[in-house]
């Protein structure tokens, strides 16, 4: 394990440097040693504050997967594929159509009343299905997905707002400077919560009778795991954007590594977390260089090639 | 109500919201002008709802179940990116992007080939979970349309205005040539789909069940693929996609009409279908006053309607 720990720490500092270094703006590292004020202020306007959000939304989408994969019990539960983010940037337009004037901490408000009510919603919805194949749940999921978002676009159509709204859906981190990121850091506490919480989600993925016969009261814990994911993925919708299958494939890639026990799984699905998303990012910094593709696409392209051999791999559904 | 009096009170129904489109403001002065614009538009509406509605029963019929269709296993989504694919590749200046017949016949062919190795993708084991399957078309069409996106950045600007058309369902600038270059093609698939209505009607109760009856099913989903593909082709280049337009139609059709021929459905289908395209566009212009566009309604009926599908088990 020593040497894991060791190998990932590297992987994650070679990242970081790498991610300081790319960009337009050409600066060396002796130029920071040198205290070279032009470097400096590259470094703390755009560069340390890019990467600080990608770790948080990294992070926190991924957090955000594994808790929302515990409460609805399956395994292709995410953020993205249960309605949450499509009810989040429904919030989000809505805030910014009705409450524009308001400050960014009631559009986040809304944001999250929004995902949370959505949330709630879909879980209610599926707890009154009866039949569940692994299958059903992100599939309906998906389409309600679907069904939220066609809304928000025909408020964008009258509002005159779709070409907003492209660029408020396609998540980029190209836009990320210090004083418009800082929400993003609400991963921080919500990561501390979920990890005491671990426990009781591991409990509530077994069952709702399962978990009552312990002792806990299930539809709070539910409750506690929707505005936890509500909260992360609210925070990354409004200052990055919609970042898909991220919340999936992460603790999907984890559990095929380290099994299923929670607690030991949050650390090291925040750490996948990160550096995928760094490394998608740092890769979408340099195919069109000096340009950059949106994260979003890179990372929906191997989500998405990832997510089908997940589908595939899984035998039970065959 | 017997079934061909509902088929021609739609098929009226058809003709009038056509008349509509065509007939509005019409005077003796404006009649030139009007209508080389508006047959087009007509042209191409009645066109794709015909290769929709067609293709996507069709669909249902070879892979026996009542849910799936091309457009949400993903097959439009794949044009569009074959469509942002050549761009890249020859560059947006080029015959192969600019001469429509050209660049119809070559990414047809190229979808042929595509949409067989899907279609072997998905259904080359036969014991395959319909979810399963649906799941994964789901996320294919995702990825093909983040693959769009992705290719869409790469190319030049100018070079993307020439396929920005294709990729949004739209009605409003239609290219004329186009339409009129797809008539003929979408009647012999249509004609040929009438002529082996009798074979569908046998696929429609199970491959075995058609095989010994002395179907060759093999050659025929192999012949419906290659026409299906045709129409999505068409379909997706007269109007760009329209996901969940195939499966109502479908579904509707099925509910109006009691029928299981398919002589019948197809007919049925396709005014079925006519009637919804025309009305719901009819409906964006003159009701909504262009404040919306057909495909945010279709996407939002369609998908509440395919949640009800999937909740209600009303298939397989």
């Given at each position: 394990m020593k040497f894991t720990h060791f190998f990932a720490i590297a992987i994650l500092l070679a990242l970081t440097c790498a991610s300081l270094m790319v960009g337009v703006a050409d600066f060396s590292l002796s130029d920071i040693f040198h205290a070279d004020p032009h470097a400096l202020s590259i470094l703390t306007t755009s560069r340390l504050p890019r990467l600080l959000a990608i770790m948080l939304a990294g992070a926190g989408l991924s957090i955000a997967g594994l808790i929302m994969q515990q409460i609805?019990?399956?395994?292709?539960?995410a953020p993205s594929t249960t309605g949450t983010i499509d009810w989040a940037m429904f919030g989000y337009m809505v805030a910014l159509v009705a409450f524009a004037k308001m400050s960014s901490w009631v559009h986040l408000l809304i944001i999250f009343a929004f995902s949370v009510f959505g949330t709630i919603l879909f879980i209610h919805f599926l707890q009154r299905l009866k039949f569940k194949s692994t299958v059903m749940v992100p599939?309906?999921?998906?389409?309600?997905?679907?069904?939220?978002?066609?809304?928000?676009?025909?408020?964008?159509?009258?509002?005159d707002l779709v070409q907003s709204l492209n660029s408020w859906t396609v998540a980029n981190f190209a836009s990320v400077l210090r004083g418009n990121y800082e929400f993003?850091?609400?991963?921080?506490?919500?990561?501390?919560l979920a990890y005491f919480y671990a426990n009781k989600f591991s409990a509530a993925s077994v069952g709702e009778s399962f978990a009552k016969n312990i002792g806990l009261n299930y539809q709070r814990i539910i409750m506690i795991g929707v505005i936890l994911v509500a909260l992360l993925s609210s925070s990354v919708v409004m200052i990055v954007g919609m970042i898909p299958f991220l919340g999936l494939i992460v603790p999907n890639i984890v559990s095929l590594f380290i099994g299923d026990n929670m607690r030991r799984n949050l650390p090291w699905t925040a750490y996948v977390g990160v550096v995928l998303v760094l490394s998608c990012d740092i890769l979408g910094r340099l195919i069109i260089f000096p340009y950059e593709i949106p994260i979003s696409m890179i990372i929906s392209l191997l989500g998405g090639a990832v997510f089908i051999y997940l589908i595939l791999r899984d035998k039970s559904n065959a | 109500m017997r079934d061909p009096i509902k088929l021609f009170i739609i098929g009226a129904i058809a003709f009038i919201i056509c008349a509509l489109f065509l007939g509005k403001g019409l005077t003796i002065d404006n009649y030139q002008f009007f209508l080389s614009r508006r047959i087009p538009k007509?042209?191409?509406?009645?066109?794709?709802?015909?290769?929709?509605?067609?293709s996507s029963l069709i669909f249902q019929t070879v892979t026996n179940n009542r849910i799936l269709t091309p457009s949400i296993l993903g097959f439009d989504s794949l044009y569009v990116m074959i469509q942002v694919l050549l761009v890249a590749i020859f560059g947006g200046f080029s015959a192969v992007v600019i001469d429509s017949e050209m660049n119809f016949l070559l990414s047809t062919s190229i979808m042929?080939?595509?949409?067989?190795?899907?279609?072997?993708?998905?259904?080359?084991?036969?014991?395959?979970?319909?979810?399963?399957?649906?799941?994964?078309?789901?996320?294919?069409?995702?990825?093909?349309n983040s693959a769009t996106g992705f290719f869409t950045m790469v190319i030049d600007p100018d070079e993307f205005t020439y396929i920005q058309d294709s990729m949004f369902a739209s009605f409003n600038n239609i290219n004329a040539e186009l339409v009129y270059w797809c008539v003929v093609p979408l009647l012999l698939c249509f004609a040929y789909l009438i002529k082996l209505a009798n074979k569908l009607d046998v696929m429609w109760l199970g491959i075995d069940n058609a095989t010994s009856l002395g179907v060759d099913t093999q050659k025929l989903t192999m012949h419906i693929m290659f026409v299906i593909t045709l129409m999505v082709s068409i379909s997706t280049a007269l109007i760009g996609p329209v996901l969940f337009l195939g499966l109502i139609v479908v579904a509707l059709t099925r509910q109006l009409f009691r029928t299981y021929q398919h002589q019948f459905l197809l007919l049925a289908s396709a005014l079925v279908s006519i009637v919804m395209l025309a009305g719901g566009q009819w409906m964006v212009e003159n009701l909504f006053n262009f404040n919306t566009t057909i495909s945010v309604i279709i996407n939002f009926l369609g998908g509440g309607?395919?949640?009800?599908?999937?909740?209600?088990?009303?298939?397989d």
């Open positions: 609805v019990q399956n395994r292709f539960a599939l309906i999921g998906i389409m309600y997905g679907n069904v939220v978002s066609s809304m928000t676009t025909f408020i964008a159509y009258k509002y993003l850091y609400i991963a921080l506490p919500v990561a501390v | 007509v042209l191409a509406i009645i066109l794709s709802a015909m290769a929709i509605a067609s042929t080939f595509c949409s067989m190795v899907l279609f072997h993708f998905y259904f080359k084991s036969r014991q395959r979970n319909i979810f399963t399957l649906l799941l994964i078309g789901v996320v294919l069409s995702s990825l093909f309607y395919f949640l009800f599908l999937l909740m209600k088990h009303k298939f």
